[in-house]
């Protein structure tokens, strides 16, 4: 299977600023989706990037507060922007490696906002 | 629209014991199951998954689902316990949306183990 590099692996952020997660795979993969669990809850699909597109993003998620780059077949990044306490979460990028069903996700991103 | 529903936010058993986990799905079009668990501070980790074929579907660490299309269930199963199974669960179906398929993820459950 593939694996995914995610960093940083957890950071304490000020609110107002912003936080760029990486996600690097060691594979070339067409999707890649960022997650957000937040405390004590399951996890909730951000958006999915596809190389070369515009990411897709699920309803309650905007661009503007969590732009995301995916520059090449194996890395993406997502941003968290303006961050308020409420953006406390994991955040969890997640790859589709083999085509076939098989998601994996990287270690997750443990943001805390103060 | 596919959904999860997993019944039981905590499960407790003794060390030894049976392990059965709940996860019903409802899906239109026939369901892509899966069931992750995610250790405390780390990323999820596939235990099995379904797509096609059989229905008893074997996973690592000694687990086991069996996907039951007249029940709607995808139940996870470990016929004793151990204490290093201690961890959040969780039941996800593969949803087509927007021409690529997502992972649509229940609540989870916490298996408890004690001796």
């Known amino acids: 299977s593939a694996v995914i590099s995610q960093k940083p692996s957890r950071d304490i952020c000020q609110r107002g600023t912003s936080l760029t997660i990486q996600c690097q795979v060691d594979?070339?993969?067409?999707?890649m989706f960022w997650y957000r669990q937040q405390p004590g809850q399951s996890l909730t699909l951000i958006a999915t990037a596809n190389q070369g597109s515009e990411a897709t993003y699920e309803s309650g998620f905007v661009i503007d507060k969590f732009p995301i780059s995916r520059p090449n077949l194996t890395f993406s990044t997502l941003t968290v922007s303006n961050m308020s306490p409420e953006d406390s979460s994991i955040y969890l990028c997640?790859?589709?490696?083999?085509?076939?069903?098989?998601?994996?996700f990287g270690s997750g991103t443990r943001l805390t906002v103060v | 629209a596919q959904s999860v529903t997993q019944l039981g936010s905590h499960v407790s058993v003794s060390e030894g014991a049976l392990v059965l986990l709940r996860c019903n799905y409802s899906s239109s079009v026939p369901p892509y199951l899966f069931w992750y668990v995610q250790y405390p501070n780390q990323g999820l980790q596939l235990l099995l998954k379904y797509t096609t074929g059989a229905t008893l579907v074997k996973g690592i660490n000694g687990f086991e689902a069996e996907f039951k299309k007249s029940e709607t269930s995808f139940h996870l199963t470990k016929p004793s316990a151990h204490m290093s199974d201690a961890a959040e669960y969780f039941c996800?179906?593969?949803?087509?949306?927007?021409?690529?398929?997502?992972?649509?993820f229940g609540a989870g459950t916490r298996l408890a183990v004690h001796p």
């Open positions: 996800a179906v593969s949803a087509l949306s927007g021409g690529y398929n997502k992972l649509i």
């Open positions: 594979s070339q993969v067409t999707m």
């Open positions: 997640s790859v589709d490696w083999s085509g076939r069903y098989g998601y994996t």
